[in-house]
C-alpha cells in the first residue's frame, strides 16, 4: 500500500500562490505516476497535474503556465506550485499516486482563492 500525506491548502486572495505538498510512504521512484486532481462540490474530480517516475508532466489546460507539477526523490514528496491562483480553483486538492496499476489518493486539502 502507498499512503499519500498532504499539505499546504489554505485561503488565499486571487492571483497570489500556494504549494501543496504529497509526501508517500515509500520511495515515489518505484511509483508510475503521481498527481494532483481537484473536485469542486457536485463535480467530478479532474486532473491539475501529474509527473511521472522519468519526470515527464501534464497538466490541465485551464492551470497551464501557472501551475508547476514537480518530485523530490529524496524526500519521497511532490509538489504542485500554483501561482496566479483564481477564483474558479478554489476546490478540494487530491494528491494521487498509480502504483501497481492500483489507486491511492490522499485526504485532500481545501484551497479557497477569494476575489
Known amino acids: 500500500q502507498v499512503q499519500l500525506v498532504e499539505s499546504g491548502g489554505g485561503l488565499v486572495q486571487a492571483g497570489g500562490s500556494l504549494r501543496l505538498s504529497c509526501t508517500a510512504s515509500?520511495?515515489?521512484?518505484?511509483?508510475?505516476?503521481m498527481g494532483w486532481f481537484r473536485q469542486v462540490l457536485g463535480s467530478e474530480r479532474e486532473l491539475v497535474a501529474r509527473?511521472?517516475?522519468?519526470?515527464?508532466?501534464n497538466y490541465a489546460d485551464s492551470v497551464k503556465g501557472r501551475f508547476t507539477i514537480s518530485r523530490d526523490s529524496a524526500k519521497n514528496t511532490v509538489y504542485l506550485q500554483m501561482n496566479s491562483l483564481k477564483s474558479e480553483d478554489t476546490a478540494v486538492y487530491y494528491c494521487?499516486?498509480?502504483?501497481?496499476?492500483?489507486?491511492?489518493w490522499g485526504q485532500g486539502s481545501q484551497v479557497t482563492v477569494s476575489s
Open positions: 494521487h499516486a498509480l502504483y501497481r496499476f492500483i489507486a491511492y
Open positions: 515509500m520511495n515515489i521512484d518505484s511509483i508510475s505516476h
Open positions: 509527473i511521472t517516475s522519468r519526470g515527464s508532466t
